[in-house]
């Protein structure tokens, strides 16, 4: 704090002499939190847990373990083997890990196990263990008992292993609007184990793989040709078991994450190339009927923000064929019904109030670039849809374009989703 300097009795305090009665308060808040992979977390000779926990199983110590309940059947014994292992004394709190889960409610539920355990405020911990969901839903809870109190991150999904578990963000959705509510609060680390991807059927997979194709689009070149190699191949197993290219996909999404964030935590600056994907979608996500997943949404955002960037010159036309034969590789949706031009256009209206004014749109500058433009209209983004509807039709023969899709194929317009009107 810093004032006026003015002599009074009291040595210490520094009190301005009027009339000019005004404080300067500055203070820095330091961020240090760890992401670690590591494979096998739940096995007892694995300590990375325990310590996390604040346990070297000289002790008993206690923690809240919220965890998603879909989680809980799958690992909650080897869960509670470790921690008897490690003399950790869980409390479970068993939350939804759906997308309907994310309310106030349910994160005033978690402070409230909070409360009936009476957690200590410093020492000992809340555990995250989930997909994205409980990261964003059990990270606000955390955030909020008592302004903040330490948490784990234990992130079991692919999206919550690249992107949701490894930044600062927590988040609820609100009045039909996607994580309108949320604070900026750092877990005191991430542990990650790819073998909990053994678990995750192949659609939450995709889903992930999404957000690793947009790290590959915005910043990666060198991944981007890695996933156009191995795309095919990409399923739980392949990602569960570590092999070499798998692990050279998840440290390069996950580094090239950081990297991002790092030195923007409390997103100051809002030309994040991060938000490639995410500049549409967010209205999507919440009306899309059939609904979509997180990356769904994000896939079909970036398929008409790689037309729009083709449409300007900044991409060119392989390159713009290369990386949307890349996300239908993936089994990735280009289109969506819903994603009307009208509702593409009142999405980038909420998002220029999101990105205070301006629409600092990301679009590619070839493949490992972006460049953030201000002036996109109607009209282009028109163009935009267009182009990818084109693409998306040519590319489905007509006897294909009736059946269902093979698990790990492009879905085309209406092929598995009904043309509903979106509702705003
Ligand atoms: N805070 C952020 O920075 C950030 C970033 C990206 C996404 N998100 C949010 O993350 C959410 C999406 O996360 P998600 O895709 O992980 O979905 P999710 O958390 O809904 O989990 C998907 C499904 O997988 C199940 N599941 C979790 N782990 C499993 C496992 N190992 N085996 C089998 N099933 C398992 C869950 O029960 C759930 O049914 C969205 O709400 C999105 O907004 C947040
Ligand atoms: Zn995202």
Known sequence: MTSTPHRQSSAVLDVPKPPDLSWHVQARLPVDYEVVITRGLLSEGNGVLARACGSDATAPTRCLVVIDQTVAGLYGDALQAYFSAWRIEPVWKLVRGDEGAKTLAHAVEITEAMTEMGILRRTEKVVAVGGGVVMDIAGLAASLYRRGVPYIRIPTTLMGQIDAGIGVKTGINHGQHKNRLGTYCAPEATLIDPEFLFTQDQRHVTN?????????????????????????????????????????????????????????????????????????????????????????????????????????????TPDAERALTLMRSAGLPLTHPTFTVELLARALEDTVKHRDGLQRVPLTQGIGTVEFVNDVSAEELARAVAFVAERVISEVPPAAASAPAPAGQMRAIGEEFSDSEHVA
């Open 208 to 316: 992930g793989v999404a957000e690793i194709v947009k790290m590959a689009l915005v910043k990666d070149a060198a991944l981007f040709e890695l996933l156009e190699r191995s795309i095919r191949g990409l399923d739980a197993e392949t990602l569960a078991s570590c092999g070499p290219d798998a692990r050279e996909i998840l440290s390069r999404a996950i580094a090239g994450m950081l990297h991002e964030l790092e030195p923007n935590l409390w997103e100051g600056e809002l030309e994040r190339a991060v938000d490639f994907g995410h500049t549409f979608s967010p209205a999507l996500e919440l009306r899309a009927d059939p609904p979509l997943l997180h990356g769904e949404a994000v896939a079909v955002d970036m398929a008409v923000s790689l037309a729009l960037a083709h449409n300007r010159g900044m991409l060119s």
